[in-house]
């Protein structure tokens, strides 16, 4: 902890994000070469020397880092955002652009659905959306992050500057149902329902993580305001959903250091990376292998 002290405050989005690629090349990189290729004798290559199984479990450990640290940027994304549908277009272009390379490098022999993780990313952002835009419903101080909040610094922190006005943006309602009980059951039930529905999908579509990512993305969009508990409750959830997340740790400890800037970078490069490198380590393995 007192590492992470220091680091905290020093690591912006573009770095955030720099690791996280770094470390989802090498897990992937490691399902690629050890447990999906074969040898001739169609062994698992992780079987075929002594430490084989040793360093596939160190690559795909390293590789749980990035996960965590992809949905806190889409929480990052969708608050700062000054174009919300674009930002969502833009993950459902690439997702559906890397759906069939995600398949060929990580499911080639398999019958059941599966999606790649943009997909997973895209339907959390949906859910916060939702979310979002239903919190109208509710008096400023009851929403998981201001409503207004646009671009970075000061203004964007206070919700003051671009966004308009907090009170403006409360829902009028009948004057019988004007009060904060009705207005908090007509917020939760279509929240429930909404988040509901875009787990089921997550399950039906096989997304990469699958109901468990997007929930992921709703505990850090949720608890935005308490950074901490948000990791914490992310972390916990993320490991009961699947065990082997418990080194997802790594991720969400050093999205504690964030110091809340964007950095240098640029936005299409992950966007392209992602069914690029796919695609290679496919051809890669296809190459050296031929399966």
Same mark, same amino acid.
């Given at each position: ?6 680091? +905290? ?9 720099? %690791? ?24 698992? %290559?992780?079987?075929?020397?002594? @430490? ?20 806190? $940027? ?6 700062? #955002? ?7 277009? &833009?993950?459902?272009?690439?997702? @559906? ?15 059941? +659905? ?19 835009? $239903? ?7 009851? &929403?998981?992050?201001?409503? @207004? ?15 308009? @006005? ?9 004057? *019988? ?47 935005? &305001?308490? +950074? ?9 959830? $993320? ?10 740790? #790594?991720?969400?400890? $050093? ?6 800037? +964007? ?5 299409? /490069?992950?966007?392209? /990376?992602? *069914? ?8 890669? &393995? ?6």
């Amino acid at each position: 902890m007192e590492l992470l002290d220091k680091l +905290r405050g020093g690591i912006d989005a573009a770095m955030l994000k720099k %690791i996280a690629i770094v470390t989802m090349f090498i897990d992937h990189l490691t399902l690629t070469c050890l447990e999906i290729a074969t040898n001739e004798e169609h062994t698992r %290559i992780m079987f075929t020397f002594p @430490a084989g199984k040793m360093l596939d479990q160190i690559g795909r450990g390293i590789g749980r880092f990035a996960f965590p640290v992809f949905c806190f $940027l889409i929480v990052e994304g969708f608050i700062y #955002t000054r174009d919300r549908w674009k930002y969502l277009l &833009r993950l459902l272009i690439f997702a @559906a652009i890397a759906h069939v390379p995600f398949n060929l490098m990580a499911f080639p022999y398999s019958e059941r +659905r599966h999606t790649d993780t943009i997909f997973t990313l895209a339907a959390g952002y949906v859910v916060i959306w939702g979310i979002t835009e $239903l919190s109208r419903l509710l008096p400023e101080k009851y &929403r998981p992050v201001p409503f @207004a909040v646009r671009g970075r610094g000061k203004a964007a922190e206070t919700g003051s500057g671009a966004g308009p @006005a907090e009170d403006a943006l409360l829902l009028k309602l009948p004057a *019988p149902l004007d009060n904060l009980a009705v207005r908090a059951v007509l917020f939760l039930v279509p929240s429930a329902a909404l988040t509901y529905g875009i787990c089921r999908l997550a399950k039906w579509g096989g997304f990469d993580y699958s109901y468990g990512g997007v929930l992921c993305i709703l505990i850090l969009y949720l608890f935005y &305001r308490a +950074r901490d508990f948000s990791l914490v409750a992310a972390w916990l959830w $993320l490991t009961y959903y699947n065990s082997s997340e418990l080194l997802a740790l #790594t991720g969400f400890s $050093l999205i504690r250091c964030y110091n809340g800037k +964007r950095g240098k970078q640029n936005k299409y /490069f992950f966007y392209i /990376f992602y *069914p690029g490198h796919l695609l290679l380590l496919y051809l890669m &393995r296809k190459a050296v292998w031929g399966n």
